[in-house]
């Protein structure tokens, strides 16, 4: 995945983009999906103002990824991600990655702190989980029962490394 | 407090009313009783779809405290406790706690499950905290930094009893 298709700005046609891509993973339930979608159209009716940031992952005219992320309100430098999907049949190509990495470097640049996830513990959740775990995100809270009865949230967590000015190259000692 | 002084209509001078019990606490940052009216302006603008359901204390004319809650997006039966506030000169007379326990009546009356409520670490908030374990929530997470360096997020939760019909009285069984 090329990081230049990946694309900042909200367009009206990404609330069905989103819609398409997060029902199209076969994760989420209806509700879930209705969810996601909702974001698209808060932010598309507020600006950034809503809170939620998005990147797009567009491949040509199509959008087949997303990640969706914002700062917490009250807090100084707390983002949360909301949502990372790839459209099924563009998976296993690094599109999740590419996002994932992606925004974090936004988040840094703007002074973030740290990231929050939050995922069920379902055992359909175990990729993600895994995939978090992965790039360093630890869990940092279980809610039992917190999506329905056996089904906890799991709250992870990563600091994100502040983004600095390039340092300049140490001058040469060499004798 | 008597209960019937409680209220659960939604009005637009709410708005204001929400903005001065909150800010006369002392207890809370700009942003936080700008995002406190906020709800009440989503609350009027799409109604009971916003997610925040009220409860207003009246004294009189004055609305003196409420209480802000509402049902969490895809879960089951799991319910978020937003704000509980009392407008100082008005606090130290149990309306705080005719507040939480009406709120948890509504929420049992409608199946929920469990309540959860986020407060600050910080040394400020220790009688929130009291409070609330007073009140049999006990503490579910800590997330670290989480509002700022230093100022954890505890997230308190207490199951909630579900409300039954009354159970008729058993049959006399006397001699």
Redesign the interface.
Known sequence: MDMQSLRETVRPDDARAVRETVASTGFF?A??VE?AEELVRERLAKGPESGYLFLFADDGADTVGYACYGP???????FDLYWIAVRRGHQGRGLGRALLRATEERIAQVGG??I?VETSSRVQYHPTRAFYEHFGYRK??????????GDDKV?Y?KAVAAEREQAPRSPSVAP
């Not at 917490?72 to 707390?78: H, M, N, Q």
């Not at 940092?140 to 009865?149: G, I, K, R």
């Open positions: 339930s509700d879930e969810v917490i309100a009250c807090t100084v430098g707390s702190r740290g929050y940092a809270a279980v809610l039992a029962d917190f999506y329905a009865p709250v967590c």
